[in-house]
């Protein structure tokens, strides 16, 4: 496996990584309104800490090695399924950072979550998942 493949294979990790953890965090974030005290704490906490631990990584691998990749083959830019790509990683990059305000939010405001919302993010950044493997895969454009 020559450089290229090594890097990519780091980059999928890195996918795998940041979106495993944005979708932990949208299912523990959609059981807070269910539960009650000390569950309810533990659950945001845990959900900030898989947050700033692994999300945050798995993001920062993903892009990095991104732009590597794009860097060692820069000719890559003109083809169009790339440039949609790059579109559904913004949105996801959007989701990420209201993850992680939300969570801030809900730590001193814990009734203000709802079942429904994470339950709706959970499914968008499902969607972009299989959208964006789709378009890397096929190379529609």
């Not at 932990?24 to 947050?51: D, Q």
């Amino acid at each position: 496996m020559g450089a290229r493949g090594f890097i990519t294979a780091l980059h999928i990790f890195g996918v795998i990584y940041w979106l495993g953890g944005l979708l932990m965090i949208a299912s523990l974030l959609a059981r807070v309104p269910e539960e009650v005290g000390l569950t309810k704490e533990r659950l945001l906490g845990a959900a900030r800490s898989l947050f700033e631990i692994g999300t945050n990584v798995g993001a920062a691998i993903t892009i990095a090695l991104g732009i590597l990749l794009v860097l060692m083959e820069p000719s890559v830019l003109r083809q169009g399924w790339l440039h949609l790509k790059l579109l559904m990683v913004a949105v996801l990059l959007f989701y990420h950072v209201r993850f992680y305000r939300r969570i801030m939010f809900l730590e001193d405001n814990p009734s203000q979550a709802t079942h429904r919302e994470f339950s709706i993010i959970h499914g968008a950044v499902s969607l972009l998942l299989i959208a964006i493997l789709l378009l890397t895969v096929l190379k529609p454009f």
